[in-house]
């Protein structure tokens, strides 16, 4: 059975830093692709960065030059590192999983999600 369990979320002034884990189990996590989503109330689900079997990253513009992206195989978790936080970043975060890093980052189409962690950024 394939789990995707995140951690790490809180609330946090802006400005401040958080780091995401999602711990992922039941699948060979070397052959998929993992991804950050993310929703706040009243908006659609969007992606927040991608990290590809082979280890290439993808990041939405928004949080370019903040938030970091990796994976530690060894532990089959990847971490989101999210640095100089604002008040728009507060969401739900969710960790996916596909085989496909075009199904999963550019289609944002995938069976296998996280049930998510709160994060939330005071001004």
């Known amino acids: 059975e394939v789990q995707l369990v995140e951690s790490g979320g809180g609330l946090v002034q802006a400005g401040g830093s958080l780091r995401l884990s999602c711990a992922a189990s039941?699948?060979?996590?070397?052959?998929?692709?993992i991804g950050w989503f993310r929703q706040a109330p009243g908006k659609e689900r969007e992606g927040v960065s991608c990290i590809s079997k082979s280890g290439s990253t993808y990041y939405a513009d928004s949080v370019k030059g903040r938030f970091t992206i990796s994976s530690d195989n060894a532990k089959n978790t990847v971490y989101l590192q999210m640095n100089s936080l604002k008040p728009d970043d507060t969401a739900v975060y969710y960790c996916?999983?596909?085989?496909?890093?075009?199904?999963?980052?550019?289609?944002?189409?995938?069976?296998?999600w996280g049930q998510g962690t709160q994060v939330t950024v005071s001004s």
């Open positions: 996916a999983a596909d085989l496909s890093v075009l199904r999963l980052w550019v289609l944002k189409s995938t069976d296998y």
């Open positions: 039941g699948f060979t996590f070397d052959d998929y692709a």
